[in-house]
């Protein structure tokens, strides 16, 4: 089974996006990561999404509310279906994330949310994508 596939199981067999065991998280990331890299991914084609997770991130450091990022966090999905239409390399992180995204509904699993996907791309560039 492809990583795409193996992530996207163990996401959906998850209660809540927070219960994703971080040393499993760490190991999918580094194999996700050296995946897109092998498809040609630019995170120039993701930066939307990277600028919005980084925005929301800000935003609920400061009231610590998830309800005032909800919205925001549901909203990435457009963002990532937007880049996988312009960057065919885009569609496998879309769909991943959008998987994740749908367990997101706490503060505690948006928090992991972001450490996927921080995880993601720096293993990415650390195999050398751009």
């Known amino acids: 089974m492809d990583i795409q596939k193996t992530i996207i199981k163990h996401i959906d067999g998850l209660g809540s996006f927070k219960e994703y065991y971080i040393r499993d998280l760490v190991n999918h990331a580094e194999e996700f990561g050296n995946f897109l890299r092998s498809e040609r ?5 993701v930066r939307k999404f990277l600028d919005a997770i980084n925005q929301l991130k800000t935003e609920l450091t400061k009231d610590n509310d998830f309800n005032q990022i909800e919205t ?13 239409a312009r960057q065919k390399a885009a569609k496998p992180l879309s769909q991943v994330m959008s998987k994740a995204i749908d367990k997101v509904k706490t503060t505690e699993d948006f928090e992991r949310l972001v450490q996927f996907i921080e995880s993601i791309i720096a293993y990415h560039k650390a195999a050398g994508g751009k």
């Open 41 to 45: 991914l630019e995170t120039n084609q």
């Open 72 to 84: 925001g966090v549901v909203l990435l999905k457009p963002k990532l279906a937007y880049a996988a």
